[in-house]
């Protein structure tokens, strides 16, 4: 296939140097808030045919988290190198020939290449294999991407290309290409295999796993999506050493939620080597996503589709209701990440905790002291960007528009002592105030 010349250049900045291997390409313009235009979007071929077999020497094996789905299981692989191997294992959970990677403008010129290579040494090993072609869509990083105006660009370029129900759509980036990519998959052509390449702490731990996918509205964060399951999920530890120490520290705010919702072994873990996992430790951010992943995929395995409000997925929301609020004030414009806001979430739902008798003044003190060891925000006064707190008013207003809300009434998770909690529907609009004013709201 021959470059077709475009109405606009894509935007530069980044290393586009894995183009030397594919001399064939297709370009649109880059995804731009300002432009009409769709996605950038490059194609080359390679062959679908058995998985390429690195040296088995060294090649590290992965670990392996199970997870159980109502219409098929899937696993979770955790390690090394994975994108180094990357066609080795999502060649057979290729349903056709074609596959097409979203990604984004921050994560392209780290990791596309890699994962590029991959397929490029599979294509050299079994030459005579059926051809497999991949298409890539590049959209612009940060919040913005999960819009359904960009939704609308990338179904377009996506339909443009001829897709049929076997095209696999590859999510290569954090939690926002993830939830994007996975709405995309869920929706175009009544759904598509999808597969998860998550690239964050963050998106390793949490929004890779168990099919939540989603676009925010002006209303709110999230409460546009579906439930769609992907058929792997590949979490490349080495992609972590790329991320911000910022970054990593909104990550670990998804690990510690996880461990004060159900797991106390885990809080306990995290008390004991937070400071290591913010500091960038590959053994332990290894540990780390290998034990989030695993108290994940037991909560979703049982409640896929958040059925069960007791014991159920919804306790994974704990932190949200109060960070979801914050986010969507900021109008979901970057400054805040989700796992800041989430860290202050759980600092307020511990003090909701207190206030409503479930945990004791000790159990705060500790979570809030840990979270602020590892850098994360524990009152509305110490988050990020220039608009100051939200007021009490707008934060209660967005609460009522959370997708667990209930005849306009918001519903919290609120903890019970450290590692258990509950979804309740009972708090009063007075405990909420009260909560705020003692975090730094007004």
């Not at 300002?34 to 670990?63: H, I, K, V, Y």
């Not at 590049?138 to 990338?154: I, N």
Request: hydrophobic share 40%; charged share 20%.
């Amino acid at each position: 296939m021959g470059k077709r010349r475009s109405t606009c250049q894509p935007r530069g900045g980044w290393n586009r140097s894995w183009q030397r291997f594919w001399p064939s390409w297709l370009t649109t313009p880059s995804c731009h808030p300002c432009r009409p235009s769709l996605a950038r979007l490059d194609t080359f071929e390679t062959t679908l045919g058995p998985p390429a077999m690195n040296n088995p020497s060294t090649a590290q094996q992965p670990l392996c988290v199970h997870v159980k789905g109502l219409a098929a299981d899937y696993d979770i692989l955790t390690g090394q190198g994975l994108l180094q191997r990357g066609a080795e294992h999502i060649i057979p959970h290729m349903k056709g020939g074609h596959g097409v990677i979203i990604t984004d403008e921050n994560v392209a010129p780290l990791h596309l290449e890699t994962l590029l290579e991959s397929f490029q040494a599979h294509a050299k090993a079994h030459p005579k294999a059926k051809p497999v072609r991949l298409d890539v869509l590049t959209v612009p990083a940060g919040e913005r991407s999960k819009s359904l105006s960009r939704y609308g660009h990338v179904m377009d370029s996506l339909l443009a290309l001829g897709i049929d129900r076997r095209t696999t759509i590859l999510a290569l980036g954090g939690g926002v290409v993830g939830d994007l990519a996975g709405f995309v998959a869920a929706t175009a052509l009544r759904g598509l295999p999808f597969i998860q390449l998550p690239t964050t702490l963050l998106s390793q731990v949490d929004s890779s796993v168990g099919g939540k996918t989603g676009l925010n509205a002006a209303a709110g964060k999230n409460l546009i999506g579906a439930f769609w399951q992907p058929q792997l999920v590949l979490a490349d530890s080495d992609t972590l050493a790329t991320l911000p120490e910022r970054e990593l520290k909104a990550g670990y705010g998804e690990i510690v939620k996880s461990g004060l919702a159900g797991d106390k072994a885990l809080f306990e873990w995290c008390e004991a080597n937070g400071a290591g996992v913010v500091a960038g430790d590959p053994t332990l951010l290894a540990e780390a996503v290998r034990r989030t992943c695993t108290f994940k995929a037991r909560i979703v395995s049982a409640d896929e589709h958040e059925r069960n409000e007791t014991t159920g997925r919804a306790l994974l929301n704990l932190g949200h209701t109060f960070g979801h609020a914050f986010e969507t004030a900021q109008h979901h414009e970057g400054a805040l990440l989700h796992g800041e806001a989430v860290a202050l979430g759980l600092c307020q739902a511990m003090a909701l905790a207190v206030l409503r008798g479930s945990a004791t003044e000790e159990e705060k003190q500790r979570v809030t002291r840990h979270l602020a060891q590892t850098g994360l925000p524990t009152t509305a006064q110490e988050l990020p960007g220039d608009h100051g707190a939200p007021s009490i008013e707008v934060l209660l207003h967005h609460m009522t528009r959370d997708k667990k809300a209930r005849d306009g009434k918001a519903a919290f998770v609120v903890p019970h002592g450290l590692g258990a909690s509950q979804l309740e529907r009972t708090v009063t609009t007075a405990e909420i105030r009260q909560v705020l004013l003692a975090t730094g709201c007004a």
